[in-house]
């Protein structure tokens, strides 16, 4: 392809040859859905994301003032000869979540800031105690309400001076009678104060001010306002009016109008009461409440966050279970940090508090009683004898306060200065709701505010889809309306925005530290969709991740939105569906790594198919498949039963894992696989197998786990968070490649032990960097920044280090190595080529052996994992637990990881998987559908069993696209047909 392009109708690409792309040039259309797609490592990304996106960055940055761009930093040029007509550029990622404990689903779409708004401007304040309106009103509006009684009305005006305190008050008493006031009431009985009033010390008591005596009718207005203003000024914004009725009949009329007004004191032995208050005050318990603003309702600010968890929700505790997680242990044993730390004084203690309270720290935890237990736990003030040697006086034995096992930990915790010693005290701290906020990260006044007798609370803590129908029964004053009309207007548009991408089931209090990657990225789509831009250009990456098949149609519905706002979208998509309903198609390949980084295909989804080297277009149009079994396992006739689990929207749920088969858990985003899997399995079965961890709540009983020895759970999550984690490190590929290094001549001759070639300890590594390769700039409320380091050049060693070469390549040139360049060049070292070669079979030949764990995807990560318990001995009796292998995957890399599964299956082991992807859902061997829905309306097992009985099931969403999909692919063969 050569020429210009002109810029109107399509995005030109010359020359683009950044990381693997071979100087490839391309048109993509403009306004229309373009999806990039390829196998893993083909240069997808690279193109879209390092490519297009990071030019469009750089040129946006570079039209700001010099002054702003100080500020932002210079970008680094793409390495492409030039991209013409190129819009303004928008980057909607996997890695888009927030780690701010702060963010919530709320926050982040930015709905909550509405909602702030809303509560601040339209909300009416109540008292947090006893529900009372709480309104500041003038003396004018407190006349206007008097004047509102009957005429003949007879009434005083009361200014509470003290409020149910104790003490004799005589100075005050005595201070009123010379100010020239005739009467008080004191404790409901008015009383002269020319008399003695003598009062009980110790007693607490109400005096109230007599100000005024009046009768309701016309021509009273300027000496009642004098009296309420006198009465307002002395009890600092508070006056109580005591209606005096003439007979039982009036009386009961009067209690009616004072009802009516909300402000009688129902608790109150005294008359008939109307209470008011300048100020925003509770008249009777004096909650006080500042004008409300929009920041008042923010958990991010001072003025709303509740003070003892500051906004955040919830503490660090360090917590019982996990200090002591297996109470059927001998008392010495059962407390595990002192038990880790193999003191010997921890010994001596125990022996000593023994003694003192009555135990053998040879018994069981659990035999102790409740106060020797928490004794031994949160300490005591009493003196105990330790019969051991001190270390200040050299003396055998001394008497000293126990401190207690959490408050030392507590202590410890807080005096450490290694980041080594804080990781292990904090894996006994867990995160509990905050006791006085319980978990709302708000000040008890400010939940008290409402707005149609909803707080807003209630519109938070519910689902989204249950929050638009709250909205829209709302019944508002005809002011209230007036204000909330364009603030409820973008509420109703935003949340509905989330429903179209299938995130109805979220709460909006829901802390987004707690969203999959296809979350968080969904929620950016919505937010974008409610910025209405048009013009842009959205790059997408796998916006299909964690959706359910059902779910797509919605999420493609939202992506036509876009298009038809004329916005260009390139999309990375591996999906089918995403893929067959674009209007422009790029096949990025062939291979991954050095062997990809070329168009192999473009066009209509009939040109890709009809292109004989594309490998998408050979699953596409059927002349690669992956063959459904013949034969569904039987497995070994064991199971785990999990009974009772009720944890998040779990509904009672009782369920059975078969063991020994490839088992999938399915169902529509929200329904629960996550909770059932990683929340209660998991933790289950690593309490009773590792007896490190507490047994997980919300489940009665996970039964059947004598049959299996371990349980390896293979996530997402990043394998280390520095640079310094990479995939030679992770898998201990890099100990066999350091021996080979430090059993050279030269580094023999030198006397290099392995250790000289760790970039993570002294002696090889640079200093300058301390064998990271780059350095760290802090960027304050930006992410930190890695700039490579200008001694070593990136290369993590120092010059004596780099001048020991193996084959003629030093210990950095093996770390800059493709897997696939790594298994070739170590082909005679079995301890390096056995880890190598599993990264291969999991399609990761492409990735570097030195690449720095933040630039790894999830599902880069997840395999990394893979690979490295493939190259275990396996057991036989392995649980495998995985939530979506397939993420970030092309019809190529599924094929070959359903290979590596199977083979895992097939030795006896034990292979449960959460997924979506219906390749992977017809090639298993058994299937447990959750839902019906997600949130509320899930939770519940819809059907489980094979996938044909799966597909059997009208009332399974999942089960309705299996059927397509078992008619589309019928069982022809046993196992998978190997991947070419």
């Known amino acids: 392809m050569s020429g210009t392009g002109n810029g109107k109708d399509c995005i030109y690409v010359q020359g683009a040859r950044q990381h693997n792309l071979k100087n490839i040039s391309l048109k993509l259309p403009r306004n229309q859905l373009v999806v990039l797609t390829g196998v893993s490592g083909s240069g997808k990304s690279s193109l879209a994301f390092d490519t297009i996106f990071a030019e469009g960055q750089r040129r946006y940055v570079e039209s700001l003032s010099a002054y702003a761009r100080q500020f932002l930093g210079q970008l680094d040029k793409p390495d492409v000869d030039h991209i013409d007509g190129l819009s303004p550029a928008i980057s909607i990622d996997q890695k888009s979540t927030s780690h701010n404990p702060r963010s919530t689903v709320g926050t982040v779409t930015e709905i909550y800031d509405y909602f702030r708004l809303l509560f601040g401007r339209a909300g009416k304040p109540f008292c947090p105690i006893c529900g009372r309106p709480i309104e500041p009103q003038t003396v004018e509006q407190i006349v206007d309400q008097i004047q509102q009684l009957p005429e003949g009305t007879r009434f005083q005006l009361l200014a509470p001076v003290v409020r149910g305190k104790k003490g004799t008050h005589a100075k005050l008493l005595s201070a009123l009678a010379s100010e020239g006031f005739v009467r008080v009431r004191v404790d409901g009985r008015v009383l002269e104060l020319g008399e003695k009033i003598e009062l009980e010390k110790n007693q607490s008591h109400t005096v109230e001010i007599v100000v005024d005596r009046l009768v309701r009718r016309a021509g009273i207005e300027e000496r009642l306002a004098d009296s309420l203003a006198t009465a307002l000024e002395r009890a600092e914004g508070t006056v109580v009016v005591e209606l005096l009725p003439r007979d039982e009949e009036e009386g009961e009329r009067l209690r009616q109008i004072a009802l009516k007004h909300q402000l009688h004191d129902s608790e109150s032995e005294v008359g008939i009461e109307m209470v008011f208050s300048a100020n925003y005050a509770c008249p009777i318990h004096g909650s006080v409440m500042e004008e409300l603003s929009p920041r008042m309702f923010s958990f991010n600010s001072p003025y709303g966050a509740c003070p003892s968890c500051h906004g955040l929700g919830a503490i660090q505790e360090f917590a019982t279970e996990l200090v002591v997680p297996d109470p059927s242990k001998p008392v010495a044993e059962a407390i595990l940090p002192w038990a880790d730390s193999n003191n010997p004084y921890y010994g001596e203690l125990l022996k000593s508090l023994g003694k003192q309270l009555g135990f053998s720290p040879a018994a069981p935890w659990q035999m102790l009683t409740r106060t020797q237990q928490q004794t031994i736990l949160q300490g005591s003030a009493e003196r105990l004898f330790v019969d051991a040697e001190s270390f200040y006086n050299g003396t055998r034995g001394y008497f000293t306060k126990f401190e207690g096992v959490i408050p030392g930990l507590k202590r410890r915790l807080a005096e450490a200065t290694s980041d080594r010693v804080k990781q292990k005290l904090e894996q006994y701290i867990v995160s509990q709701p905050c006791p006085e906020c319980q978990g709302t990260r708000l000040k008890p006044q400010v939940t008290a505010v409402k707005v149609s007798g909803h707080s807003i609370l209630d519109f938070v803590t519910v689902p989204i889809d249950a929050c638009l129908a709250m909205l829209d029964g709302l019944a508002l004053s005809e002011r209230q309306a007036r204000i909330a009309h364009e603030v409820l207007r973008e509420i109703r548009a935003r949340l509905q925005f989330l429903v179209d991408v299938g995130l109805e089931y979220l709460t909006l209090d829901r802390s987004a530290t707690t969203l999959s990657g296809g979350e968080a990225q969904r929620i950016r789509l919505a937010t974008q969709i409610g910025s209405g831009l048009t013009g842009v250009l959205y790059v997408l990456d796998e916006p299909s991740i964690g959706l359910h098949q059902r779910d797509n149609e919605r999420l493609l519905r939202t992506l036509f939105r876009l298009r038809a706002l004329d916005n260009t979208l390139l999309v990375v998509e591996h999906d089918e569906d995403t893929m067959r309903a674009a209007d422009y198609l790029i096949d990025i390949g062939p291979g991954a790594g050095v062997h990809g980084g070329q168009v192999v295909a473009q066009g209509t989804v009939e040109d890709i198919i009809a292109s004989p080297a594309s490998i998408t277009g050979a699953y596409l149009g059927g002349r690669r498949r992956i063959e ?150 802090a960027m304050n409320f930006l992410p930190d920044v890695y700039v490579q380091c200008d001694v070593c050049k990136g290369k993590r060693y120092n010059r004596e280090t780099l001048q020991v070469k193996y084959k003629n390549k030093t210990i950095s040139d093996v770390l800059e190595m493709t897997v696939e360049e790594a298994c070739q060049f170590f082909e005679n070292i079995p301890k390096a080529i056995n880890k190598l070669i599993t990264l291969q079979q999991v399609g990761l030949d492409y990735i570097r052996l030195g690449q720095p764990a933040p630039t790894l995807s999830g599902g880069e990560a997840q395999r990394i994992k893979l690979a490295t318990e493939l190259s275990r001995r396996s057991t036989g009796k392995t649980l495998y637990l995985l939530d979506e292998p397939s993420t970030g995957l092309s019809f190529y890399d599924v094929h070959k990881l359903l290979d590596v599964l199977q083979a895992l299956v097939e030795t006896g082991n034990t292979v449960v998987v959460i997924e979506h992807n219906l390749d992977i859902l017809r090639v298993c061997d058994w299937i447990i559908d959750l839902g019906p829905e997600g949130g509320r309306k899930g939770g519940q097992i819809v059907a489980a069993g094979t996938p044909e009985a799966v597909a059997a099931v009208p009332e399974s969403y999942t089960g309705q696209f299996l059927s397509r999909v078992l008619q589309q692919f019928p069982r022809r063969a046993i196992g998978s047909e190997a991947a070419q």
């Open 628 to 777: 459904t079994p013949a034969i569904r396992r039987a497995g070994n006739g064991l199971a785990l039963a999990i009974r009772g689990a009720t944890r998040n929207n779990l509904q009672a749920v009782d369920v059975d894992i078969p063991l020994g088969k490839f088992v999938c858990i399915t169902g529509v985003s929200g329904s629960g696989k996550s909770t059932l899997i990683n929340e209660i399995l998991y933790p289950y079965l690593k309490h009773h197998l590792g007896r490190t961890s507490p047994r997980p709540t919300g489940v009665e009983s996970v039964t059947g786990i004598e049959n299996l020895d371990k349980v390896i759970v293979i996530d997402q999550s990043p394998i280390g968070r520095t640079p310094r984690s990479n995939p030679a490190t992770y898998t201990g590929a890099f100990d066999a490649v350091r021996e080979v290094f430090s059993m050279t001549v030269e580094a023999k001759a030198r006397g290099y032990e392995p250790g000289r070639f760790s970039f993570n300890v002294k002696g090889g590594r640079c200093e300058a960097c301390k064998g990271e390769g780059v350095n760290v700039i």
